[in-house]
Structures are given as C-alpha cells and as structure tokens.
C-alpha cells in the first residue's frame, strides 16, 4: 500500500513533536505534493500503529486531523480516503480551529505609530512626570479633550467637561451601569445584545428585559409597551452597527426612539463601539437626549484590543456621580494610554487607523460574502459581522457543533439572546479573527458546504 510505505518512523524525529501530528503532517505533505493521488484509501488504522509503534489511538488521532484540514475523508465501515486538497488549502494550517467567532479588532498597525508616539513622549519630560502621577477620576484634561474631539464624529458637543476616560467601552459601561442601577432593577434593551452587558448585569443582579427589534434595530412601540407595563429607568441600545445583526438605525428611527424614551425618563446607554469604524456615523442617539444619556466610545475595535481607551459622554450633573464610581473601582485611568490615544487623534493617526480597518473588513467581505450566494443573511460593507438566518432543517446549536467539529467556530444567536427572548436559528461569522484571507475562504467555505450537506445529514 503506498501510503504505508511512504510513511515511516523517520516523521518522529522532531521530538517536540506530538507523534499524532507528526504523523498528520508527513502524510499532509505526501497528499500535497501528489505522492498520494485523490482516492488512495489510507492504512488501517491498527496496521499503521503497529508499523509505527504507537498506538491506534494516536493514529485516529492524525486521521481526524487531516479530516480537519479537509484532506482526508471517512466512509463508516470502510476506512479513510485521500481527498483532493482545496486551492487555499496549502496556505492554512488546519490544526487549530478556524476562529470566525471572536470580534477582535484587525491588526492593521504594525507597531510604527506607537513607536512614533513613545518617542515622542520620551522627549517630554513634562508629559513623562504626568503619566507617572496621579490624575483626577474623569482624565486629564488634556486627555478629556482629545476624547471630545474624537466624539464630534458622532455629532457630539465637543464640550470636554461632558466627557470621562475610561479603560474601554465595558469599563466605562460598568461605572455607569453601578452608578445608575441597583440591584433588582430592570434594564431595557435589545432582544439580542451585547454579551458584555449581560455580563455585568448577572453580576449587579439587574434584570434584562429583550425589546423587540427588525432590520432597522429596536422598535419604539416595543419599547414604549415594555417602558409602560415595566418598572425600568434603564435603556441600553446600539442604533449603529448593532452587533450581532448588523441593523442601524435611520434618522427616523433614532427620532422615534429618543421621544420614547423622554416620555417615559429612560436614561439611555448608548454603544458606539462599532459605529466607530463608519466613515460618516449617523449622529447619535445621545444627540437627541443630551440630558439623559451616556454614550459609550472606544478605541479598541479600531485600533487594537490592547489600547484599552473609551470614553463616556454624559450631562456634566452626571460625571461627577461617574467620578465617585471610577474612583471607588480604579482611582483613575492609568494615564499612559491615554495619552498615546490623544496622540493618535491630534496627529490623525486614529483616523489612518480607522480607514485602514474599514478597507481590511472590506477586503474579508469579499472573500466571504460570494461563498454565502443564495443564503439568508445580512452584512455592511463598515461591520465585520455577517449575520447568517440557517436554512431548515438546520437549528443553531447543532450546526455550531457540527462546524465545530469541521475545524470552524462561530457565535450562536442564544449567546446574544436576553432573558427568555427565543434566539433565531442564526449564527454570527465574525471576519476580524482569521489570520488571513485564505483562512475566511477556506473558514467560509468548510461552512456553505456544511449548510448544503444538511438535509442528508439530519434526514
């Protein structure tokens, strides 16, 4: 048999190896290279262990692994075959599960803009001793002004006595969900939202009530129906690039939904985390109840998870309640990221930073969205998100495992369901976590066919 041939304990002789690998590796590379022709039926198992001096075990182990990599293929009661690799195949490294479920800001920056700005903060002697004392809770005001600059983009005032630092959006969420709420007390928002506020509310014990929502984002005579059958004062939406849907809202909308909320005194969180990466943001919710909201920014979507910067923008009545929250939780924002972040906004590298993840996630898009041809799903050209409704008979929970065990992760509607709202049978493809271009084809690719084995599968 050629394949048994062609593999021999010579693969081993990289000991950090684990044999497993070694083993998928050397018949990887004889497949790819054409020594083992498409339809080869590789050895059995337990002949292969034998010949090899390992176990059988170790040898389904490497199987499934070229399984994974989309090289090999089972038939029940028949042995394990050759199969022709995909074009991108040669370029991904299957061992690991391709990641579309992680929303990661792309690395677009490769490190010269924050070397850039260390320099020049090295050559500050003023600047170095402010970063190493202590600042006032809501920032240095120089770092407070940069934060208003930076939030004019979503038709905010610009007025720098509304804004506080924080470490990150969910930082800044988590000083205004303490300052605001108790526990026991029920918080309106999105049928389906963000992982990280219903994090916090378990903790805080708050209740999330799920408002319905359509192509546009929440519905305002669902919220105005649960403001006046519900005890709630809290209200938490994302009217841009709403994750996991992708819905924003119109001009109407957000019009629509701020009288709502006047009318019943809601105060409104709002996250502007992903509107950060749109060339032209729609202004604000906030815009319209200046008095009542919060809106939440960060930098971190757009310019690297590491540089842990938002900011919040609230009525100046507010920020002082902010303060005592920050400084019960953190005393101050450590001033060094700040700092490197208002460098970035004065010298418009935030901008260059922005631009460039908006044409990555439009790069990603392309490769993607033509293998979804025919499927039910919604996308922007400015979010890394595709929002995928499954085609019956598949349910979300079985195609996650089943694309799981294919080598591919994606989020489930049930992680972003509130309450006891019913999650679609949909998924979320996010497409900033890949490596590379070639791992969303072959990612998206390993999906679609998935989606067209399903009725086979499940009859």
Not at 282 to 292: F, M, V, Y
Not at 309 to 322: C, D, F, H, N
Request: with cysteine; charged share 20%.
């Amino acid at each position: 048999m050629a394949a048994e041939n062609l593999i021999t304990p010579a693969c081993f002789r990289d000991a950090s190896k684990p044999r497993y690998l070694a083993i998928a590796d050397e018949l990887a590379q004889n497949i790819l290279n054409g020594q083992l022709p498409t339809g080869e039926r590789l050895p059995p198992q337990r002949r292969l262990a034998q010949r090899l001096q390992v176990t059988a075990g170790t040898v389904s182990h490497a199987y499934a692994i070229l399984e994974q990599r989309g090289l090999a293929t089972a038939r029940v009661g028949d042995g394990t075959y050759v199969r022709a690799p995909e074009p991108a195949q040669a370029l991904v490294d299957r061992t690991a599960p391709l990641d579309l479920a992680h929303n990661v800001a792309m690395p677009t920056e490769d490190g010269q803009a924050l070397a850039a700005s260390l320099q020049r903060l090295a050559t500050d002697p003023q600047v170095l001793r402010e970063v190493l004392s202590y600042q006032p809770e809501t920032g240095h005001a120089r770092h407070r002004q940069a934060g208003a600059q930076w939030l004019r983009r979503f038709g905010l005032s610009g007025d720098a006595s509304r804004v506080m630092v924080t470490h990150g959006a969910q930082h800044g969420l988590s000083c205004v969900l303490r300052t605001l709420a108790r526990p026991g007390d029920a918080l309106l928002t999105e049928s389906l939202s963000y992982p990280g506020l219903q994090a916090l509310a378990r903790t805080m014990r708050l209740q999330l009530v799920g408002i319905e929502m359509d192509s546009e984002g929440m519905l305002p005579d669902a919220l105005d129906h649960a403001a006046r059958h519900i005890d709630a004062k809290l209200l938490y939406c994302a009217p841009s690039l709403h994750n996991p849907t992708n819905a924003t809202m119109s001009l109407q909308r957000r019009e629509a939904i701020a009288r709502v909320a006047s009318r019943h005194n809601l105060l409104l969180m709002e996250d502007a985390v992903h509107a950060a990466a749109q060339a032209a943001p729609l202004p604000a919710l906030s815009t319209l109840l200046p008095e009542q909201s919060f809106l939440l920014s960060s930098f971190s979507k757009v310019a690297g998870p590491g540089l842990r910067v938002g900011y919040v923008e609230a009525a100046p009545a507010w920020l002082s309640k902010l303060a005592a929250s920050m400084r019960a939780d953190c005393w101050m924002v450590a001033p060094l990221m700040p700092e490197i972040a208002s460098d970035w906004i004065a010298s418009g590298m935030a901008g260059h930073l922005i631009a460039a993840q908006r044409a990555a996630i439009q790069e990603r898009l392309a490769v993607a969205l033509p293998l979804l041809q025919g499927l039910e799903f919604t996308s922007d050209p400015e979010s890394p998100f595709i929002w995928l409704t499954l085609p019956e008979p598949w349910r979300a929970g079985p195609f996650a495992a089943a694309l799981r065990q294919a080598g591919v992760l994606v989020r489930t509607a049930d992680h972003f369901a509130v309450g006891r709202t019913a999650a679609p049978h949909a998924v979320r493809i996010s497409l900033n976590a890949a490596r590379s271009l070639a791992e969303i084809g072959a990612g998206v690719h390993t999906l679609e066919r998935l989606l067209q084995d399903a009725p086979a599968a499940l009859a």
